[in-house]
């Protein structure tokens, strides 16, 4: 793929661009790439026409100036291997897989130990044990699959985003990679039309990922994740397509800003369905924190003084 | 883009590289037994073959080029494209060698006639002849592409 060359296709398009203007115009390149002008112009009117036209064209460089900057998806990885790592340390036998790619996440037997930990508690009695108990011990599978759910759809987010900016940069890769060809093939009899795939506008799949709330009903959210990984429950949508077609220079040219423009807000569209997902994620964790994670004990709290009070310390009556 | 086309029997082959080179060969003792008439009509047939053989390629050159099957012009989509395309089927393009033995025309691309001074089989011998002969064709080809470049400028420009 040649997207790191993005800025040189466009400025091999802006001399296209001129070369094919020039030729409709009755000009005639020689074999070293020189034109020359027809009779009729005289040396005067050719520097005119030379001129303007290349005035006429010199900002399809600016045009896709800022496609050339999209982010890098490789730049992401760090990002999302860290939520992996933070899929694995939570991973029980409850919730062995990732439920946006459906892929197997190893099990983290340590959490298993939590299990015994009532034993270990028996010999203690009080306020503060039956809190720890019925607040800490008993919903700890339920914060542990919940959490990994959010670990995973951040994951699922942030492999979205890396899907957005893959398809993005191909599809400004090939709108130069077309711009060029019909620039090129302009000049035959033929008509001059081609077809574009955007295929950024498919890059974003809606997946649901479950929490369960106070320890047994199940409560489905709207996660997102890369289309070409999750685990489809509906056929993925069509990318978006696009019919191009242009006789001179200017109208390829136009074309072209077309399809930029269009690349530019399908991206926004995606961007936006990340948006919405991770929107209404974050409110339901927000209005329901008590799903996710213990509540502050009051031990926290304790003092020297109150440390051995049955009713706020560790004491046994 | 480089194309090559023969007749069914062998007698002539043609070969079209880049834009507008064209060379052709005869089978020999083919030339010495021809007549200017002769190869004027062979000369069409093989003119024919070649562009034909040639638009192939590129329709195929153009499907791997925008990765995706291209294989002729779509319907004419309005009034522009309806009068481009009539005013196509009716131009004329010419090529001549530089000693203006050989003359070759063509309308729309279809209608092929080659003209060979009376005696010119006679004052060149194969060689000559085929190199004035690829002269022309480059030419008339170099010619209908300046005429298709400025016809798209005035109907779309």
Sequence with gaps: MSYEQLMAHAAEIERLAVRGALEQKGFVYDGNGNPHPPMELGPEGATYVMDDTVKQFADVPAMFAPFASMPDPADFGSMRDGLLAAMRELSTGQTPTDPI????VEANITLDAMGGVGDTLRDWHGRAAAAFTLGFVEPFPSFTRNQFMLAAILKGAIEAEQEIWTNARANADKIAHDAITALEHMGDCGKNEWTMFFTVGASVAAVAATVVSGGTAVIALTAVGAASQVVAAAAPDDPPRGQFSGETSEAVIGQVREALT?????????????????????????????????????????????IRDPLTGLGDR | MR????????????????????????????????TERDLERRLAGVAALLWARRMR????????????????EDAAAGPRDVRYRELRAGLVA??????????????????????????TLRALDEHAFLA????AAGELIRDQFARIARLKGTVYG
Aim: hydrophobic share 40%; proline share 4%; charged share 25%.
């Design chain 2, 94 to 119: 010419r090529g001549r060698s530089a000693d203006g033995r050989i003359a070759v025309s063509v309308r729309g691309m279809r209608d092929w006639d080659i003209r060979i001074r009376d005696g």
């Design chain 2, 57 to 72: 390629a590129y329709y195929e050159a153009l499907s791997e080029a925008y990765g995706a099957p291209v294989t002729g």
């Design chain 2, 3 to 34: 194309v090559r086309v023969a007749t069914p029997d062998g007698a002539i082959e043609a070969e079209l590289s880049g834009r507008s080179d064209v060379r052709l060969s005869f089978r020999p003792g083919f030339y010495e037994r021809c």
């Design chain 1, 262 to 306: 269009r690349l530019a807000t399908e991206i926004g569209r995606q961007e936006q369905k990340i948006a919405t997902a991770m929107g209404s994620c974050r409110a339901y964790v927000a209005a329901n924190r008590a799903s996710f994670v213990a509540p502050r004990p009051a031990l926290a709290d304790a003092t020297a003084g109150t």
């Design chain 2, 132 to 135: 004035a002969a690829g002269e």
């Design chain 1, 101 to 104: 790619t459906g892929l197997g």
